[in-house]
């Protein structure tokens, strides 16, 4: 036998595991030790449970996507990482999981059981920090699963106990997805309060009643250390924009860059609220400090850059300076790749360039060209929306079929708010 050939897969294996161990580490266990009866006969199991909750977990910290970084992907989101995904395929995930809690590697463990007191749920969770010990939470069902003064209706053609089983399983689904979408959000809360206020903000910002972000913004700033407090202010000002409250907005802008003078995105925000009061030579200006090249203002934020330069280009097109607009947008995009661009930040000038070039120049092919980078760094509808216009602009049958398709549909506000 040639041992060789055995070999390599057994070390391409040891490779991958020791891999997967050290890398792509922030990451959530989450456990479930047991159910109720009357979920199990609902359908619910504790693997289902786990899963909805690990679920929500991931997609609270990905609707809420920051440039200030960190998003929590859990065991059951493995699948979206391609090295954790090469470890499930072969069946390694339960030793990389051992080995990264042995070498500390895990950030949050989470433990919990389900438990019914008369016709309450309860979700008891205990948690453990890397950082700061053990904590534990209890969360209570706000729907009855069941209750004996209910009345069977509706049902008459079939036996009582049919029919009570029906709304027991119908109230246990009600009170059980509550509690589980409660249970990701209070998981969030303490281990990131500041991206649960994103979360909610996101979720409210095409109403303008940010009633739930306010809240938790107000949790952010009694709770979190001062150095931290930047990215809370920054969303507190956001909403005085959204809500034409701009004296307020720039009251809290500046009192960031008096906290952190290098946060490039106080001034990108305050030149976004001198610009919508007319005063775009001013927010120029501001926005020119978001994009200074000196080594005291932080690299890590491309996102901050692209906007500011796709920001400025707006200003240009309100005072009527048409012939600057693609000189800026160019420069835009050498320098958000220059500093190694993340994919949000190469869809933002892009796109830019791409709304441009098709509204002002009505240079369809470069529009095209960009607005279909924009589309594939980033899912925006906004984005596909727009690569859709020009396409209508070369192809008169796609244009008659998107006519139709469209029809009534209102704006997709989804992602107006995702950029920090």
């Known amino acids: 036998m040639d041992t060789g050939l055995l070999a390599l897969p057994l070390l391409s294996l040891l490779a991958v595991f020791g891999f997967a161990v050290v890398t792509d580490v922030n990451m959530i266990t989450f456990e479930v030790a047991s159910v109720p009866k009357v979920l199990q006969d609902a359908g619910f199991s504790a693997g289902s449970v786990r899963g909805s909750i690990t679920y929500g977990i991931y997609n609270i910290s990905k609707k809420a996507e920051t440039s200030r970084g960190v998003t929590y992907s859990t065991v059951a989101n493995m699948q979206v990482r391609s090295l954790q995904n090469i470890s499930e395929s072969l069946r390694i995930e339960g030793g990389v999981l051992a080995a990264q809690s042995f070498l500390g590697l895990i950030p949050y463990q989470f433990k919990a059981k389900i438990v019914q007191e008369g016709d309450v749920l309860y979700l008891i969770i205990n948690g453990f920090s890397r950082d700061n010990g053990a904590f534990s939470m209890v969360l209570k069902s706000d729907t009855l699963v069941a209750s004996s003064s209910q009345s069977v209706t509706g049902h008459t053609n079939l036996p009582l106990g049919i029919g009570n089983a029906e709304i027991v399983t119908r109230n246990v689904g009600v009170a059980v997805k509550d509690l589980l979408a409660r249970a990701a959000e209070a998981i969030i809360d ?25 809240t938790q913004l107000m949790r952010c700033l009694e709770i979190l250390p001062r150095n931290q407090q930047i990215w809370p202010l920054l969303l507190w000002g956001r909403i005085h924009y959204y809500k034409g409250e701009y004296t307020e907005a720039i009251a809290i802008y500046e009192q960031i860059s008096k906290v952190v003078p290098t946060f490039p995105f106080a001034p990108l925000r305050w030149g976004e609220v001198l610009a919508a009061q007319g005063l775009h030579e001013q927010a120029i200006e501001k926005y020119k400090l978001a994009i200074k090249d000196n080594s005291l203002y932080h690299p890590g934020y491309p996102v901050a850059k692209s906007l500011a330069y796709a920001l400025w280009a707006k200003s240009l097109i309100a005072m009527q300076q048409i012939d600057q607009v693609e000189v800026v947008l160019m420069e835009g995009l050498d320098k958000v790749y220059e500093g190694n661009a993340s994919a949000t930040a190469g869809a933002i000038i892009h796109y830019a360039l791409g709304r441009f070039l098709l509204d002002y120049k009505a240079d369809y092919n470069d529009a095209e060209y960009h607005l279909r980078q924009a589309v594939y760094m980033d899912d925006n509808p906004e984005y596909y929306r727009s690569l859709q216009d020009v396409l209508a602009k070369t192809m008169p049958s796609y244009a008659k079929y998107l006519q139709q398709t469209r029809g009534n549909r209102t704006k997709d506000h989804s992602k107006e708010a995702v950029f920090d």
């Open 190 to 214: 303490r281990i990131d309060p500041y991206l649960l206020a994103r979360y909610y903000f996101v979720e409210e910002v095409h109403s303008r009643n940010f009633t739930k972000t306010m």
